[in-house]
């Protein structure tokens, strides 16, 4: 039995993904024990956010066939909403301190921007993609992403024109000393916005694979036509995807408020990170951009840590193209059908 | 009338393929049109299953209109597609292909029933019950195809080409399995182009050619008509 296991071991370790894996681990272990366990910290963190925002990217792709270019718009959204209303409930906490709020206070402007960042994403579909969808299917990617580069214009200076283009910032959500674990101390922020991020995306998991509309989801981006045949109701779950998408962006804003402020063009990072994950694993794997967060997370934080900050853009996507050059479809492989042919 | 198709026009941007095509299916009947490829045949039950919409005329079923309803309404009003490409769900297994087929069936005891029913009538997909659909062979595709459209239990099926690349074994067995549903009661449209066989099988035929149809009659005195012999048997 053990040897099955460990021909199964090695032969998973010899595909793209598996050896990127493994690669990844024995990496994060090398820096952990050089450099201390905050690292793993920054990378846990950092890669949840990423793999949260990639992930919903990937969906996106892979259902609607856009190539989202405001992605990160969303993002803002979710955290210019979440500054709207903590700013205004931290100022009442102030002259009460210890109110039961104190908690809650935080969630409601996390929650807040989901719920903002879900309509903004549920008109976007119907404002914009569903009207070209009824008047021209030709030219589907090229089209929706130029569009998605005017909404991103939109959104951007829609921002700095209602609200201003100054930094939007908290200082922090949660007041109280931070957490320690194995000599490293992790602020309340960090570690409550962490585990709000793993149930996160375990709903979305148990919702796209174990509920009757996530498999409708997915049998859209497997098959549109055959999603129709069943009896599917194609607009509909494209709004329900655009929603949840951006609203998963925009959760991810709402909760990195405290590192993140909030300005017009907060999401252009999140934007391209997510872009070159979903590229990097292969376009349209969901599962794949997941971990691909993680894993580009870690190259940033090595590269923070070991060549310096201001390479923490370059060196990842340098090693990204190089990866590109020898599989270009990516670690993970593509679970997109034709998505340049359409 | 189950079905009553009324005077169709319908293309693809400036082509068109339609011209004035008109046929109709009673309950429980077995019908076929059959023409020669780029005829329209696959255009028109794209019309009907909603897939496309025609730029004129009209279509009913069971009295209702249907004509210009997306393919996901159309599927609800009991009309079953099977498409000439299968449009399955190549990274899901066969069971769940055909639990999407249920996907408009709410209960869930009528959802194992009729995967039961499919599973009798295609045994070699229960066998095959775990593997993706994207790595079954043509002719199981083609039978996880039928059977996927079968689940919603639909009053009328409408089948694209069922023995198209077919080894001979495996069209027999497909006709076979259409014969048992039309023996259950099942109101079954087909369009082919194996000439021979389908008019052998169905009750009724129609021959489009060019977009229009040219003969209309019951199969067994089509097979016999000197033009169809013609055309499609070169005699």
Known sequence: MVKSFSKALSGWIKTAGGLTIFLSIILAIVITLDRGPYVLVNVVVTGGMLALVAMVLAMILGVMNVAQFAHGEYFMIGSLTAYYIFTPLSGYLDQHPGAALAFWAPLIAILGGFIVGGIAGAITERMVFRPLRKRSRENWVMNTFLLTVGISVILVNGHQLLFGPDFKGIVKYWSGAPYSIMDVFISRDRTYVFFLAIMVVLLFWLFMAHTRTGRAIRAVSQDETGALMVGINYDGIMMLTMAIGCALAAIAGSSLLFMFPSYPTVGLEPLYMAWIIVILVGLGNIMGAFVGGFIVALLKVATVEYVGAGWDFVIPVGIIIIVLIFKPSGIFGTAVRGVLDK | ?235
Do not use: W
């Not at chain 2, 999407?100 to 599973?119: E, H, N, P, S, W």
């Not at chain 2, 059977?147 to 099926?157: E, H, S």
């Open chain 2, 1 to 235: 009338m189950l079905l009553e198709v009324k005077n169709i026009d319908a293309g693809y941007g400036f082509l068109q393929v339609l011209r004035d095509v008109s046929l109709h299916i009673d309950q429980g009947e077995y019908v076929c049109l059959v023409g020669p490829n780029g005829a329209g045949k696959s255009t028109i039950l794209k019309v009907i299953a909603g897939m496309l919409k025609p730029t004129s005329g009209e279509i009913r079923f069971q009295g209702e209109p249907i004509d210009g309803l997306p393919g996901n309404r159309v599927t609800r009003k009991g009309i079953s597609y099977v498409s000439e490409s299968m449009n399955l769900f190549t990274n899901m297994s066969v069971e769940e292909n055909l639990f999407m087929g249920a996907y408009t069936i709410k209960d869930k005891k009528i959802q194992q029933d009729r995967l039961d029913f499919v599973y009798g009538l295609f045994p070699r997909m229960a066998e095959r019950r775990r593997q993706l659909a994207g790595t079954l062979s043509g002719g199981e595709r083609k039978m996880l195809a039928i059977g996927r459209g079968l689940m919603p239990n639909p009053k009328l099926l409408l089948v694209d080409e069922p023995s198209f690349g077919l080894a001979p074994q495996l069209t027999e067995n497909v006709f076979a399995s259409l014969d048992t549903l039309k023996e259950g009661g099942l109101t079954i449209l087909l369009v082919e182009q194996n000439v021979t066989k389908t008019l052998a099988v169905t009750d009724r035929g129609y021959v489009l050619e060019n977009g229009k149809i040219e003969l209309q009659g019951k199969s067994s005195e089509l097979a016999g008509n000197p033009h169809v012999r013609k055309v499609f048997l070169g005699v």
